[in-house]
């Protein structure tokens, strides 16, 4: 089996949006829609796929924006970190800079805390506790793929943030060592968020906490 993934970088902070699938299968994943919903909408009807679910790896704005108007114009459930549900339902209460938004808020279809194993679109992904980037993060990883999402743990050549409320350097450290024993790093191709440097450079210019 080998895996599909297009990656969009969406929305001010360029999140990082995946749209998964089996090679040539109609049925795809949508991992942390973070903004520009009708983009998404576009990538996945130019794939000709239904999206079968919508995976959320924790609950930042921009990595969730765009749940609610694809959840709704799909049909597809969304699986949300458990304890940052609260969160998924009333964003714009957790947007911490002035500008971005206004965000619809979604009330969770699924929830996920690490340790399942979830069979869909033809994949499963068993779901990894990853927390300390966020309390509930998650990373999923497919099985038999050598892939991971890991959201905001792993950045390019460095880790994610643990300034933001919830987060926890010590934790964080030890979901990596967790990710290690889960997944062999030096084959795996992480998915994630990776910002273009120089547009790290202009956001962080204009929000000086704006690193995922
Ligand atoms: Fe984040």
Redesign the pocket.
């Known amino acids: 089996m080998s895996l599909e993934v297009r990656q969009l970088t969406v929305g001010a902070i360029a999140e990082n949006c995946f749209v998964v699938r089996r090679e040539g299968s109609d049925r795809a994943l949508v991992v942390d829609p973070g903004e520009e919903p009708e983009r998404i909408l576009a990538e996945v009807e130019a794939m000709g796929a239904a999206v079968e679910a919508i995976l959320i790896t ?1 609950c ?1 704005f ?2 969730i924006g765009a749940v609610a108007p694809l959840a709704k114009a799909t049909g597809a459930p969304v699986y949300c970190p458990e304890i940052e549900v609260p969160v998924l339902a009333d964003i714009m209460a957790f947007v911490p800079y002035a500008g971005f938004g206004p965000y619809e808020s979604y009330d969770a279809d699924e929830t996920v805390k690490g340790g399942e194993a979830l069979e869909l679109a033809g994949l499963v992904l068993d779901v990894i506790a990853t927390p300390g ?2 309390p509930g993060h998650v990373t999923y990883s497919v099985r038999g793929e050598e892939a991971i999402f890991s ?2 743990v792993l950045f390019q050549g460095s880790v ?1 943030r643990v300034d933001l409320p919830g987060g926890d350097g010590a934790t964080l450290l030890r979901s990596i060592q967790a990710l290690l024993g889960h997944a062999d790093i030096s084959t795996t191709e992480i998915y994630t968020h990776v910002l273009d440097e120089r547009l790290r450079a202009l956001v962080l210019e204009k929000h000086p906490l704006a690193n ?1």
């Open positions: 924790h930042h921009d990595h980037h966020s959201g905001d994610g995922g």
